[in-house]
């Protein structure tokens, strides 16, 4: 099956400092998504990206979909003690009757210190 | 409103006894609608999902079965649960012709003592 590489599992950064993580697949995606997943919760969607090479911004978070259609990277500047929790990348392609699904990363688990 | 509304929020049940969490969607007609499972609190697996009434799609052979029994309605069964089915577990649904865009519920989280 499809697999989503995110990285870097964990972060640990002080307040005001900016942020990166990506995910990387080896198949080529339609859609990219960024969730953030606050303990307890369910995720909440904070990006979508439906075209190559495509730049989002959603307040202090930046996120593109990769040329390539296998990659994507998601930036958080200025970083608060609210932006701590688990951000999920997500790909949606159209191979092998996968139209509805979605593929998820592992996460990554951010800790903001103030 | 594209609520989603899951029952109950927390629950804690004995190995062998059955499960029953439901689902319930507010907002565009004919959604598809998605069961998940958050072990540990990482890693979302797909369970089951559903593009109409009456039609399910299993990802993973297990221990549970789910039902949609109306439109805006998921179910998730289980007639005998195993400690593994512990977890947290995710209803979600597209929006529209948004299909790629799927939005959770506020989740469940089940304990099998």
């Known amino acids: 099956g499809q697999q989503l590489n995110q990285s870097p599992q964990s972060m640990f950064i002080q307040e005001g400092e900016d942020v990166s993580m990506n995910c990387t697949s080896s198949?080529?995606?339609?859609?990219w998504l960024w969730y953030k997943q606050d303990p307890g919760e369910g995720p909440v969607l904070l990006i979508a990206?439906?075209?190559?090479?495509e730049l989002t911004s959603n307040g202090r978070l930046t996120a593109q979909f990769g040329i390539t259609r296998k990659d994507s990277f998601l930036n958080i500047s200025a970083s608060i003690p609210s932006d701590v929790g688990i951000y999920f990348c997500?790909?949606?392609?159209?191979?092998?009757?996968?139209?509805?699904?979605?593929?998820f990363g592992k996460g990554t688990l951010l800790t903001v210190n103030p | 409103s594209q609520t989603i509304h899951q029952w109950p929020a927390t629950l804690v049940q004995p190995v062998g006894s059955p499960l029953s969490l439901e689902c319930t969607v507010e907002?565009?007609?004919?959604?598809?609608l998605y069961w998940y499972r958050q072990a540990a609190g990482r890693g979302l697996q797909l369970l089951f999902y559903?593009?109409?009434?009456?039609?399910i799609s299993s990802e993973v052979p297990q221990n549970l079965s789910a039902s949609r029994p109306q439109d805006r309605q998921f179910i998730l069964s289980s007639k005998k649960l195993l400690l593994s089915d512990s977890g947290f577990y995710l209803c979600?649904?597209?929006?529209?012709?948004?299909?790629?865009?799927?939005?959770f519920g506020p989740g469940t989280r089940l304990t099998v003592l």
């Open positions: 997500a790909g949606q392609s159209n191979s092998g009757g996968s139209n509805y699904k979605l593929t």
């Open positions: 198949s080529i995606f339609n859609t």
């Open positions: 990206l439906y075209k190559a090479g």
């Open positions: 907002g565009t007609s004919n959604p598809n």
């Open positions: 559903s593009v109409g009434i009456g039609q």
């Open positions: 979600a649904r597209n929006i529209g012709s948004r299909y790629n865009e799927q939005f």
